[in-house]
């Protein structure tokens, strides 16, 4: 006999369940699906356990009757599509017909439901993908779906979960997730007494995003919105400065579908650019509503990917909007171009809030300027008004690192090197993009050396270190004489330069492209700031403000970290208790 056979109906339906089947949290994201698209308006669930003893999802949808409920257990029945042609045209979640068979073969379930324009409902139970009994009984109109005992007949599987309370916290993001988009639907978790999750319906977002996000978040959320040909794109983004340490934050939907896609969220990443520090990742919605023509969603068997027929077009549109988005929002918080702001005294305006403070503004002007305000009064032209200074100035430097900078909106302080950085990286690209890189020979060459390695590295790297105005010449042996860098290096340290350039170099193969070429420009930008700890002359720290002003991206140094730090004046009278 061969060694081929066919496998059981049981065992054939057991593989196919562990596809779409994963843990608690898979059974909890079909369940609300399907109640999703049956026109729920209120979709319920409750769990035990971490859902290994009870997942009970109930709604009151359009229902089944009897017949529906015997098909709806048959593997690939479905009402959401009929033909091949449907599956370019999807508009519902679900579509595939897998999910009552695959949850009802691996666990004891029971399905009740009640079709809206019948008065008698149904009661069907089921065990291991066995049809024990159905039989009429009272329901409410709608479905109501309890799961038992998961994975009770594949204890392999079960033994893989994890603990109660990480298989809790997936199903509550499961819910979330699904739930942020359906604002009209109301949403309830609850685990025995306790409500995990009660999400009424609203008419705008907003609600949805404070407890997905927390307020503070939500209430920094940037948004940005596009139209494309073909499809839209709307996006909420968190600011760098709460970004995270885990990728967790990130929420893409694709026509109300939401999806786990690597392409997506690197398009994210890439909007976001240097304004993120290494190993972060941002809070961040986005809303991507396309002609189902376009994207092909039958990919899985879980449905959390998606392909594009236009990927490339997608991810560029994507990352565009987030970048611009940021740009647009995200920008200086000083004015050096002299403008002047009549404030009125006695009054703090600030980002459009008038605080008063609790003493006369005349206790914070000099002999002159009273005498003056008072004349102006005595001719009826203006009452307590008077102009105040609010084009930003250098105050001095902190710690010889941080400039002190006084702004309309309050108090800045400046990282020195990493406002430096930004200049330095930015002079350096748009000396590479003119073809104009200015190198400064050395009147005496540094003499470096490296290891073996190091050397045989080097020297297949001297044509495309000459390209960025790194020149080096091989002296012998592991010896090489650096004979010219970009005149922003002149004041560098050599030894320690080259030494972090060259691991860049062993890992990008070709130094013209562009994410190699913006790497060696971070680290030579880093090498060819001013350093913390440096002193600066007025002169100096007013000309690192006045460069900031004309850059692209001045609020993040090419490593991601922030260049500055605001403390509006509310917040200052508040430390200070004189608002009042």
């Not at 959390?304 to 740009?327: I, P, W």
């Not at 890992?507 to 070429?517: N, R």
């Not at 403000?545 to 200052?572: A, M, S």
Request: proline share 4%; glycine share 8%.
């Amino acid at each position: 006999m061969g060694a081929i056979r066919i496998l059981t109906e049981k065992v054939a339906a057991q593989i196919a369940a562990g596809e779409v089947i994963e843990r608690p949290a898979s059974v909890v994201r079909e369940l609300v699906d399907n109640s999703i698209d049956a026109g729920a308006e209120k979709i319920t669930a409750r769990i035990k356990a971490g859902g290994r003893s009870l997942i009970r999802v109930a709604d009151n949808g359009t229902g089944m009757d009897r017949d529906d409920l015997l098909l709806c257990l048959e593997r690939h029945s479905t009402s959401k599509i009929k033909t091949v042609a449907d599956l370019f045209s999807i508009k519902t979640l679900g579509f595939r017909g897998e999910a009552l068979p695959s949850i009802a073969s691996v666990s004891r379930m029971e399905i009740v439901s009640r079709a809206a324009d019948q008065l008698i409902g149904h009661k069907l139970k089921v065990a291991g993908g066995a049809l024990k009994s159905i039989e009429e009984t009272g329901a409410p109109a709608g479905t109501s779906v309890e799961v038992r005992d998961l994975f009770y007949n594949t204890p392999a599987r079960r033994k893989f979960l994890r603990a109660i309370n990480t298989e809790t916290a997936h199903i509550i993001d499961t819910v979330l997730r699904v739930a942020l988009p359906y604002t009209d639907i109301y949403f309830r978790l609850e685990e025995g007494e306790r409500v995990l999750l009660n999400l009424p319906p609203s008419k705008n977002l907003s609600n949805r995003l404070v407890t997905v996000f927390g307020r503070n978040v939500a209430g920094a959320l940037i948004e940005g919105a596009r139209d494309f040909e073909g499809f839209q794109i709307k996006a909420y983004l968190a600011p760098p400065d709460l970004s995270r340490s885990r990728g967790d934050r990130i929420f893409i939907y694709v026509n109300g579908r939401n999806v786990r896609d690597r392409y997506l969220s690197s398009a994210i990443m890439a909007g976001y650019g240097q304004r993120l520090m290494k190993g972060r990742y941002p809070q961040a919605l986005v809303f991507i509503e396309i002609a189902p023509s376009m994207v092909d969603v039958n990919v899985h068997p879980t449905k959390q990917e998606v392909r594009f027929h236009q990927n490339r077009l997608v991810y560029q549109a994507l990352s565009s909007t987030v970048e611009r988005a940021l740009r647009r929002t995200l920008k200086l918080p000083f004015d050096r171009t002299g403008q002047v702001y009549e404030g009125t005294p006695g009054t703090l305006e600030t980002e459009g809030f008038t605080h008063v403070i609790a003493e006369p503004g005349k206790a914070y002007l000099g002999a002159r300027q009273v005498e003056d305000l008072q004349d102006v009064q005595s001719r009826g032209k203006i009452q307590e008004v008077v102009p105040l200074r609010t084009t930003s100035r250098v105050l001095g430097q902190l710690k010889n690192t941080y400039i002190l900078c006084e702004s309309r909106e309050g108090l800045i302080l400046i990282d020195q090197h990493a406002a430096h950085e930004r200049i330095v990286y930015e002079k350096l690209r748009k000396s590479y993009e003119e073809k104009r890189v200015e190198s400064q020979p050395f009147l005496i060459a540094p003499r470096l050396e490296f290891s073996h390695k190091e050397t045989r590295l080097l020297m297949g790297k001297l044509d495309q270190l000459r390209n960025i105005g790194i020149e080096m010449e091989h002296f012998g042996g592991n010896t090489f004489l650096l004979r010219s860098v970009p005149s922003v290096l002149v004041g560098a340290e050599w030894e320690s330069f080259i030494g972090e350039l060259i691991p860049l170099l062993e890992e990008e193969k070709d130094l013209s492209a562009e994410a190699g070429l913006s790497k060696v420009w971070t680290v030579m930008a880093c090498h060819g700031a001013v350093r913390a700890g440096d002193p600066l002359s007025e002169t100096e720290m007013s000309s690192i403000l006045d460069q900031l002003e004309d850059l692209n991206l001045p609020t993040n140094c090419p490593h991601g970290r922030p260049v500055f730090k605001k403390f509006t004046y509310y917040e200052i009278e508040k430390m200070f208790k004189r608002v009042v």
